[in-house]
């Protein structure tokens, strides 16, 4: 019977295009989510700090963050201390209460007169922190430090 207009696929073609459909699916499964987390939040990747000096006491690798929510990221700090006494167990503090379950804190350490040293910090994101741009400080509990502030942009 010919019929004209009509449209026949053969059992070949329709698994085909099922196949084709099921492996574009996997693959954009597995490198979506690959594509969105490459690059945030990697130590090796984080540059280190500028140098800290008398004018700018603290220092940090980069002064505007972007995170997705539940993401731990990496901040490269430098210290410098201004007084003319050995600093001794020096500590930075980020303080983000909006945006962070507990206030983030290095390892201690001691800071020579006029020297500087550098800190690493991670910053654990909350998971439920909604879409938006983030104030936040970092301090050290240096006599006389300053405070730097901070952006940290939740991405979505």
Known sequence: ???KGSMELGVNSIVILVIAIVMLGLILGIIVPKIKSAGLGLEAK??????????EQITMSR???????GDQVVVKVGVYNP??????????????????????TSNSKDISSGGQTSYTLILNIKKSV??????????????????????????K
């Open 1 to 3: 019977m010919n019929k």
């Open 46 to 55: 984080e540059p280190d700090a500028s140098t800290a000096s008398a004018s």
């Open 63 to 69: 002064t505007e963050i972007s995170a997705y929510a």
């Open 83 to 104: 007084g003319t006494d050995l600093a001794k167990s020096v500590k930075v503090n980020s303080t983000c209460a909006s945006i962070m379950d507990t206030t983030a």
């Open 130 to 155: 909604p879409e938006g741009t983030y104030l936040c400080s970092l301090s050290s509990n240096m006599t006389g430090s300053e405070v730097k502030d901070y952006t940290v942009k939740i991405i």
